[in-house]
């Protein structure tokens, strides 16, 4: 990490850390294309229960309504770019509408609780035992409901994984232990406690409570802990996203080229929602021809807690905390609110992103009530962080080159309550 870089972050000022050594690196066992194309399989084995137990309105894509796919519209923002003066197209990868609970953490959340519901159903027997010819939707009748009740889903979370997986679990039947960082919004645990979870609160920060909930799942045999850090599972529902955004980018005239270089912005919290995508987006552009070294991924971290900014540019991954930089980690954008970041996120996307970026707290409610006023968007703080740094990378001349275009990866804000969003809104 050059000097510089390293002033920055310890003053919490915002940074840009580019990455010196980007290379096409062959994908982890585990985590090929072929493990993806697998985890979107699974994703619409469950798509005609997922329609039948919550409501729309669900995803419309290149193909039309999708009924049960949990995946989010790609959108043209011209007013945000005529607002913030951007030179390139600016597009909106709308999360923030993703079905069912409304944030990025829904895909790689649920995807891990229909994997575990599957795999304890196809144990026990199950009538519909194979896979390619069972129907899904009896996942919502009373024999299943009744086996997944005997099992129970762990997790550590500073608010929205644990409200797609509270959210997910219960609807299957599952016992439901959320282990919630400080951060957390009291409404999601409110609506989790409404849902039968059970809400366990920390009075640290989320590296806290995830190691508390990881190790009393240990402790229990019937319990699953879905590991924010670790899970390969969580990890492929991610970068299931990178695969099927291919098909919008190409339905639009958004693929990366030599003339229209793509730059995406994607909020980054402990790494796993952003890194998913940025592999499963390689991996499938390349499966179909198309030149990676056009595609530029940025990760954008509150200045308070760059932890995959430290992992990258130091290149020890999570052995580095925010704390070790003098950072307290203390931020509006609570979905990023993270000390360390995941070692499977960092190592496997190391080779791959453009950089890292960070943003000051002050510019996410501006830019908050701009986006709903320019686009009628509304988004999460966290989620705006992607815009931020696309602003920080252009005053430092990164992302203006001619024909760039940029997409910034909105990552929630639907299921933010309306009183919430009013005090943001006009703050
Ligand atoms: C969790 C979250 C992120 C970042 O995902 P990570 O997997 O933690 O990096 C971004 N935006 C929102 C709204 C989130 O909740």
Redesign the pocket.
């Known amino acids: 990490m050059s000097a510089e870089v390293l002033a920055e972050v310890r003053a919490a000022t915002p940074t840009v850390w580019r990455n010196p050594a980007r290379r096409d690196t062959p994908a982890p066992a585990g985590l090929t294309l072929s493990d993806v194309q697998e985890a979107d399989a699974l994703l619409r084995r469950f798509a005609p229960y997922l329609a039948a137990t919550f409501p729309g309105p669900w995803f419309e894509g290149p193909n039309g309504v999708e009924e049960g796919v949990i995946d989010s519209p790609l959108t043209r923002a011209p007013a945000v770019r005529t607002d913030l003066g951007v030179e390139g197209e600016v597009w909106l990868k709308r999360d923030d509408v993703l079905p069912i609970s409304g944030?990025?953490?829904a895909r790689?959340g649920i995807y891990e609780v229909l994997t575990l519901a599957e795999r304890l159903a196809l144990a026990a027997g199950w009538a519909g035992g194979d896979p390619r010819r069972g129907d899904h939707r009896e996942f919502g009748g009373a024999e299943l409901r009744d086996l997944l009740s005997r099992h129970t889903v762990a997790v550590g979370s500073?608010?929205?994984?644990g409200l797609s997986i509270g959210l997910m679990a219960r609807a299957l039947g599952f016992s439901a232990v959320i282990h919630m960082s400080a951060e957390a919004r009291e409404w999601k645990k409110d609506l989790l406690r409404r849902l039968g979870t059970r809400v366990v609160e920390y009075p640290g920060d989320y590296g806290l409570a995830v190691a508390t909930g990881r190790a009393q799942a240990r402790a229990d045999p019937g319990t699953h802990f879905v590991d924010?850090e670790s899970s390969p599972t969580l990890f492929l529902g991610?970068a299931v996203a990178g695969l099927r955004l291919v098909d919008q980018l190409e339905a639009v005239s958004l693929l990366p080229t030599r003339a229209n270089p793509l730059h995406v912005h994607l909020?980054?919290?402990?790494?796993?929602?952003?890194?998913g995508i940025v592999h499963g987006l390689h991996l499938a552009l390349r499966a179909r021809g198309h030149d990676t070294r056009h595609l530029h991924c940025w990760y954008a971290e509150p200045v308070a807690a760059p932890c995959?900014l430290l992992a990258l540019a130091t290149g020890r991954g999570a052995v580095v905390s925010v704390q070790d930089y003098g950072l307290d980690g203390v931020t509006l954008a609570d979905?990023?609110a993270?000390g360390r970041a995941?070692d499977l996120?960092w190592s496997t996307t190391a080779g791959r992103v453009a950089g890292a970026v960070t943003v000051r707290d002050d510019v996410l409610l501006p830019l908050l009530r701009r986006l709903d006023a320019a686009e009628g968007v509304r988004l999460?703080p966290?989620?705006l962080?992607g815009l931020a740094g696309m602003l920080v990378l252009r005053e430092r001349g990164l992302g203006d080159e001619p024909g760039a275009r940029h997409l910034a990866w909105a990552?929630?804000g639907s299921m933010v309550p309306a009183t919430e969003m009013g005090r943001w809104l006009s703050a």
Not at 158 to 161: D, E, S
Not at 267 to 275: E, K, M
């Open positions: 944030s990025i953490k790689g500073t608010g929205n994984l924010d991610y909020p980054c919290g402990v790494g796993g929602g952003p890194g995959m979905g990023l993270v995941s996120a999460e966290s989620a962080a990552t929630g």
